[in-house]
């Protein structure tokens, strides 16, 4: 009997799509779950669901998206996740993986705590805490604690426009994560890692400061020297992940940094500069991590 793979978003969008098809091609089924329509039992079956499609009995689910919503609704799907683990369904990226890395504050000191390289940073509710640090570090970029693409991410050189900034910031009730900005020869690098090694990259050469992909940045295909491999390894191995996408970047005096590590990555981009199967190679990556789970379960 074929596996089951599910696989959780918002909406059958490109990333999907591309991983339903990668699972066809394995001889698998995909079954693809709204992400914002489950549901949850206690005392009865099935035990998850959406809207009458069972989740736990599928052999793995593959997370592409955790859309925006209230406090309450980002929990309960944290908390789905957290139940088809307790199932024995492993669930790609784990839930708690994926918490690590949508929290930036989060991110950030697992990687500090493990002795990785990431800029100084500082994350708080304080307008006066947060202005005192951007004028410590001079040059900033102050971004959303949850975001990713660079949405939202605003630069501030100078005090007027650090004020300004905070002030908007405050009176929608954000939390400030204030990082000091790097000279980096607007460019950065996107490692792509599955399992314990990094199966492509590529170099993002930006128009301006921000150097996303979403934001017109050219792409280049790279090799990674030894130094970025074996930091980008290091960094997924910290948070815990399946697989993720590592933005590394060399500042101007040479030394390198991870900047952020998305659990939910795309490789849109990535997948114009590389012959590697990316989404194949995930989807080969998850059933290796169910067979691997049917073995250790019949030697116990």
């Not at 948070?239 to 030394?255: H, P, R, S």
Request: charged share 25%; aromatic share 8%.
């Amino acid at each position: 009997m074929s596996e089951r793979i599910g696989i959780l978003s918002s909406q059958r969008g490109y990333h999907a799509l591309a991983l339903e098809e990668s699972v066809r091609n394995r001889g698998c089924e995909p079954v693809f779950f709204n992400i914002a329509r489950l549901a949850g039992r206690i005392g009865g079956n099935p035990v998850v669901e959406a809207r009458g499609e069972r989740l736990d009995n599928c052999s793995a689910h593959l997370i592409r998206t955790i859309p925006t919503g209230s406090l309450e609704q980002v929990i309960f799907r944290m908390d789905v996740l957290h139940r088809l683990e307790k199932l024995g369904v492993p669930v790609i990226n784990s839930g708690a993986a994926i918490e690590r890395t949508v929290d930036k504050y989060y991110t950030s000191f697992l990687l500090a705590d493990a002795g990785l390289p990431t800029p100084r940073s500082l994350v708080t509710e304080d307008f006066e805490s947060a202005l005192n640090a951007c004028r410590e570090m001079g040059d900033v970029v102050i971004k959303p604690l949850f975001g990713s693409e660079g949405k939202g991410m605003v630069r501030a050189s100078d005090e007027e426009t650090a004020y300004r900034v905070l002030r908007a910031w405050e009176m929608n009730r954000y939390v400030f994560y204030i990082q000091e900005y790097l000279p980096h020869f607007q460019k950065d690098v996107r490692a792509f890692v599955i399992g314990d090694s990094v199966v492509a990259a590529m170099q993002r050469n930006g128009k301006g400061w921000k150097t996303n992909y979403s934001k017109g940045a050219e792409l280049v295909p790279l090799e990674l020297g030894a130094e970025m491999n074996s930091l980008a390894l290091s960094a997924v191995q910290t948070i815990g992940l399946d697989y993720a996408g590592v933005d590394l970047m060399q500042a101007e005096d040479g030394k390198i940094y991870v900047i952020e590590i998305n659990g939910i990555p795309g490789w849109r981009g990535l997948q114009k500069v590389t012959d590697v199967d990316v989404p194949g190679r995930i989807v080969d990556h998850v059933l290796l991590k169910i067979h691997r789970g049917d073995t250790e379960s019949a030697e116990k």
